[in-house]
T-cell receptor
C-alpha cells in the first residue's frame, strides 16, 4: 500500500506570494492532518480534515487554510507569505477507526517551503 | 499553546550504549506516542501507549506511559548507528473528535560507531 505522498517536495517563494501544497493520504484513510515544523517551534498542528470538513484547527492565522476533496486528498494554502512561514509542512493521514484513533497517524515526507 | 517538555535536547553516545529520553506535561494525556524522524523524511511512529502505567516494547525500544498520565519515557537498548535521528514524543487528549497531537521539541540522537 502506498504511503502518504506530498507534492511538491521543495518550493521557493517570495514574500507576499501565495502557495498551495498537496497531500494524498494512504488509500482508505479519511482523516488528514497538517503540521508545520520549524527548528524553533518544532511540530505545530495546523488543522485536521475528515470527510471534507475541517474538524480541528490549531492556532495559526487565517492566512493558513485548507480543504479536503471527496477522494480524501487535501490541500493547504498559505496566502501573503512571510519570511517566518519558511518551514517543513507535513501531512499525516489516519485510518477511519472512529474518534480517538490517532494512534496510527502516518506522516508524509513533507514539503520544504522557503520564503525569500 | 500546549507544549511537551522533552529531554534531553541532544545526546551523543557510543554504539552499544543504552539511551533514555522522556517527556513531561502539565496536562493529562490519554495517549502517548513516540516518533523517529530521519533527515528529509516525515516522522515514523515507533510506539503508541494508551493506558497509564503501560509498558510497551518494539524490538530494542521500550516506552512507558506514566502513572500520572503527564509523562512518558523511551529507552533504546544496545544502540546502533542507524538509531541516529530525531525522536519526538507526542500526546493526545481524548474527547469527541479531537485528533490534534501535541509534540515535544525532539531529542537529537547521535551514535558514534
Amino acid at each position: 500500500k502506498a504511503g502518504v505522498t506530498q507534492t511538491p517536495r521543495y518550493l521557493i517563494k517570495t514574500r507576499g506570494q501565495q502557495v498551495t501544497l498537496s497531500c494524498s493520504p494512504i488509500s482508505g484513510h479519511r482523516s488528514v492532518s497538517w503540521y508545520q515544523q520549524t527548528p524553533g517551534q518544532g511540530l505545530q498542528f495546523l488543522f485536521e480534515y475528515f470527510s471534507e470538513t475541517q474538524r480541528n484547527k490549531g492556532n495559526f492565522p487565517g492566512r493558513f487554510s485548507g480543504r479536503q476533496f471527496s477522494n480524501s486528498r487535501s490541500e493547504m494554502n498559505v496566502s501573503t507569505l512571510e519570511l517566518g512561514d519558511s518551514a517543513l509542512y507535513l501531512c499525516a493521514s489516519s485510518p477511519p477507526d472512529g474518534p480517538g484513533s490517532t494512534d496510527t497517524q502516518y506522516f508524509g515526507p513533507g514539503t520544504r517551503l522557503t520564503v525569500l | 499553546g500546549q507544549q511537551l517538555n522533552q529531554s534531553p535536547q541532544s545526546m551523543f553516545i557510543q554504539e552499544g550504549e543504552d539511551v533514555s529520553m522522556n517527556c513531561t506535561s502539565s496536562s493529562i494525556f490519554n495517549t502517548w506516542l513516540w516518533y523517529k524522524q530521519d533527515p528529509g523524511e516525515g516522522p515514523v511512529l515507533l510506539i503508541a501507549l494508551y493506558k497509564a502505567g503501560e509498558l510497551t516494547s518494539n524490538g530494542r525500544l521500550t516506552a512507558q506511559f506514566g502513572i500520572t498520565r503527564k509523562d512518558s519515557f523511551l529507552n533504546i537498548s544496545a544502540s546502533i548507528p542507524s538509531d541516529v535521528g530525531i525522536y519526538f514524543c507526542a500526546g493526545q487528549r481524548s474527547g469527541g473528535s479531537n485528533y490534534k497531537l501535541t509534540f515535544g521539541k525532539g531529542t537529537l540522537l547521535t551514535v558514534n560507531p
